[in-house]
């Protein structure tokens, strides 16, 4: 099974609006990942987790916030977000982290609007 | 620095035929490795194929295969007998050994469009 899970497919929102996307995997592996891409774009990292631990922050606002309760699950909790967050997010997971030859997979994204 | 170029934003095909993607990257890091991912309009990352820095041969999967020239500093993406499926957008990324943490960096990717 290589598959990554995610819900929700779509989400709108509303600036003061407080949500949450979910990503899961089932293949052991303990590195996952949080993307933002817009369109037309390159997907762009907003965080790492190794082991549970949250190993690269790439700058990211606080409005979002991450959150990995197990090696299976990884959650990004949205707060008042601005209109200019409106993207797909993508969740991947990958075996350790520090190989190179380790493709990482990923979910099917979630499309947010916000508004 | 690191960095992945993709010079050509869009390329057509007809269908049956073989197309190559271009893909050069640039580290000074000897340990590496290179990807190639699809992502249709369905939003998606379908990992393709595979390139070590260290591999002597050139990686293939199925109608995919990597063209690595290591001196040349490329690793571009051969798709043989193109199929209606294939047309999507491609972007090749690299993974650097010394970076513990997985980080991938892409290239701005290529659109592929099939014609039948």
């Known amino acids: 099974d290589t598959e990554v899970t995610q819900t929700p497919k779509h989400l709108v929102m509303g600036m003061t609006n407080k949500k949450s996307l979910k990503c899961e995997q089932h293949?052991?592996?303990?590195?996952m990942y949080w993307y933002k891409q817009k369109a037309k774009k390159p997907p762009e990292l907003m965080f790492v987790?190794?082991?549970?631990?949250?190993?690269i922050n790439e700058s990211v606002p606080s409005r979002f916030s991450p959150e990995c309760p197990n090696s299976s699950l990884l959650n990004l909790h949205l707060h008042a977000l601005q209109p200019e967050d409106s993207a797909l997010y993508l969740c991947?997971?990958?075996?350790?982290?520090?190989?190179?030859?380790?493709?990482?997979?990923f979910g099917p994204g979630t499309r947010l609007t916000v508004t | 620095a690191q960095k992945i170029t993709q010079t050509q934003p869009g390329m057509f095909v007809q269908e049956k035929e073989a197309v190559t993607l271009d893909c050069t990257y640039d580290?000074?890091?000897?340990?590496?490795?290179l990807f190639w991912y699809k992502q249709p309009s369905s939003g998606e990352m379908i990992f393709l194929i595979y390139?070590?820095?260290?591999?002597?041969q050139n990686a293939t999967e199925g109608r995919y295969s990597l063209n690595f020239q290591k001196a040349r500093k490329s690793a571009n993406l051969v798709i043989s007998a193109s199929q209606l499926g294939d047309s999507a957008m491609y972007f090749c990324?690299?993974?650097?050994?010394?970076?513990?943490?997985?980080?991938?960096?892409f290239g701005q990717g290529t659109t592929l469009q099939v014609k039948p």
């Open positions: 390139q070590g820095s260290y591999d002597q």
């Open positions: 580290t000074s890091d000897p340990s590496y490795g």
């Open positions: 990324a690299m993974r650097r050994r010394s970076s513990n943490t997985g980080k991938l960096i």
């Open positions: 293949m052991g592996h303990r590195a």
């Open positions: 987790y190794s082991y549970e631990k949250l190993s």
């Open positions: 991947a997971s990958s075996h350790l982290a520090s190989k190179t030859s380790y493709e990482q997979y």
